[in-house]
């Protein structure tokens, strides 16, 4: 009866100790950027477009470690990672702790959930 119960809990656990590693997310659709989750400074942002800008699909993520972060990608090719990692290796750590919230979220944003967030992305 409980393990159910027990199950839902445990995946929960996971998923939010997974998230928690998380500095931000980025999703790419059509050539345009959404900040999913987290706080990513405004120069950053705009290398970042002009790098993605005719990428059809992808979403970037960072992860927390011990030197500051690791950048990981899906839906872009190898030229374009490594420059993305380059621009995020030249961002200084302070620079991304003290990074402004994004201003309105949706709330695909708040939950963090790339497809909730681009249906009630306000920016059209």
Sequence with gaps: MYLPILAVVFVVFLFWTWRS?????IS????????V???VPAG?????????SNVQ??????QKTQNGG???ASGVDEGKLQRLRNIFGLCPQ??????KPI?????????????LAWWLDRRS
Excluded at 44 to 52: A, I
Excluded at 57 to 62: E, H, K, L, M, P
């Design 21 to 25: 590693n998380e500095l931000f997310c």
């Design 28 to 35: 790419v659709r059509n050539g345009k950027l959404l900040i």
């Design 37 to 39: 989750r987290g706080r």
């Design 44 to 52: 950053l942002m705009g290398e970042f477009r002009t790098v993605l």
């Design 57 to 62: 699909s992808a979403t970037i993520r960072v």
């Design 70 to 72: 690791r950048l990981t």
């Design 94 to 99: 302070a620079q991304l702790r003290s990074a």
């Design 103 to 115: 201003v309105n979220p949706s709330l695909g944003q708040v939950l963090g959930i790339a497809w």
